[in-house]
Nanobody, 114 residues
């Protein structure tokens, strides 16, 4: 499985970005698709998950601001990010969970200026 993220960039505080992750396989057969992020000098942290059945989950910092969704026909998962803050600055990674394996994309940089 190959994952390619896009949609990152530079945005001002309060702005929005929509990230996309295109998978080489059929995401409808995956156990789950996730987004993680890693800021400089920090550990990679969980941002959002959408499981095969469609349920989603977020950590507290993302609730109400970030929304994960998917388009099975396009094998694409999205992360809509609103009300962005400087602390959201990080490289955002897409992750696919399939039986017995986990795959990562190369990441896309999100920078939020104050």
């Amino acid at each position: 499985v190959q994952l390619v993220e896009s949609g990152g960039g530079l945005v001002q505080t309060g702005g929005s970005l929509r990230l996309a992750c295109v998978a080489s396989g059929s995401i409808s057969s995956f156990n789950a698709m996730q987004w993680y992020r890693q800021a400089p000098g920090k550990q990679r942290e969980f941002v959002a998950v959408i499981v095969n059945g469609g349920s989603t989950n977020y950590p507290n910092f993302a609730k109400g601001r970030f929304t994960i969704s998917r388009d099975n026909a396009k094998n694409t998962v999205f992360l809509q990010m609103n009300s962005l803050k400087p602390e959201d600055t990080a490289v955002y990674y897409c992750n696919a969970l399939v039986p017995g394996a986990s795959y990562w994309g190369q990441g896309t940089q999100v920078t939020v200026s104050s």
